[in-house]
């Protein structure tokens, strides 16, 4: 029935235009929009120029009467700042929208359209565009000019200190500090014992860099002694409230919590900074007192195993330190899936250690291995490519240094790095978080890939950035290492 009913079709009404006579849809005005804009700019009276102070040595802008605010150019934050400057004309008509208009970086001048509406005659809307042009005055911000005058001067700084008889937890630190320009507001960097100073202008810089440290290593006002690596005895409230791990474990990883393995189950737990502030132990052995070991027998035991992103077999090894054959040890590994008979191993000698630690004391009839092996050796390969550049590059802080240490230590330190930098061609979750940059020094040779065979790790060159350039003044500076 309702298929068959009659329907009245509908034809939009149109009118005409009162001035030009065209035809057009209805409107309160009786105008066509063209005849209305001539009629009526709604744009009148409001500001197309404007000039705005801008810092040239940080980037900010002055919002007035005293307030410096950091952005870069075309991002959100510049455009929300451009239209705060025209907010008294803006409550006239109705913003409808913002965009840049694309203007030379050199040119001082920043472009914005903006598209507003207004009820003009009889309540008709109108629409229309406009553009406003902003000069920069250069004017340097409060902290700039303190900064100029006495580049020495600052109002608050970070102190960062570890514990620990080396560096390479520093090293680590200083990537990830470059890769997140986290010192990008600090005014001077100096190196000390056991740690690095950070000098900044603002108080709320400083603090924004102690948030940065906050979530990139376990810190309360100084780095956590544990490092990778390191045997550890948990207390045992601590062991305890970690599902009874251990008591005797390896330090995996160190970011903002501490990863720790037991080599013996593979059972792997966290502590969270709080965690380990509670307690505040301190490691067994650390990385100096690691021994080199000959392996003679591998006998697996286990299939592979994944833990938290790292492969393990459990194995029986034979081994006796390379410096005395006088006593074979016979010790089970977590590292059966690359340890074969004939290489070298490092681990610790807990054997003949002398070990007066208060939490080890506390374990009664608990057995103690005579080894526990940490890692494998590539120490006596290496050899054979000692002066050979490597494919790696890395930057590094533009820091003050202490000449006051002498030779004795910046040996030292050099030796650190280097094994920092074999940390990093050893263990890809070490580097998984860093930038590493391509050395034009490097040049692959095919006839060197076979006579040293695969056994010696390195950084894969698709993992290396080959966008570094240096200027003459940072090449001449040396900011490079190698």
Known sequence: MAANMFVVPQTKGTVLCCKCGILMAPNPANMCVTCLR???DITEGLRKHATIMHCPECDSYLQPPRTWLKAQLESKELLTYCVKRLETDLKKVRLVNAEFIWTEPHSKRIKVKLKVQKEVLNGAILEQSYVVEYVLQDHMCESCTRFQANQDQWVASVQLRQRVSHRRTFFYLEQLILKHDAAVHAIKLKQVDQGIDFFFAKKSHASKFVEFLDKVAPTKLEISPICRENLICLPPRVAVSLGNLGPLVICTKVTNNIALLDPLTLRQCFLDPDQYWRYSFKSLLGSRQLVEYDVFNVEVVSPEFNVGGSKYVMADVEVACVTDYGKLFYVRTHLGHI???????FGYDLYGANNNDNELDKYQNLVIPEVILIKKSYEEKRQKKRGKPRP????????????????????????????????????PELRFNL???????YQPSEMASVSDGDDVPSVPLEELLADLELSEEEDADDSMKD
């Open 38 to 40: 001539s009629e009526v």
């Open 339 to 345: 340890l074969k008979p004939g290489d070298r191993a």
């Open 392 to 427: 790696l590059k890395l930057k590094s802080l533009d820091m003050e240094l202490d000449e006051s240490k002498g030779r004795g230590y910046e040996e030292k330190m050099n030796t650190e790095y280097e094994e920092f930098l074999r940390d990093l061609e050893e263990s």
């Open 435 to 441: 930038s590493l940059y391509r050395n034009k020094d």
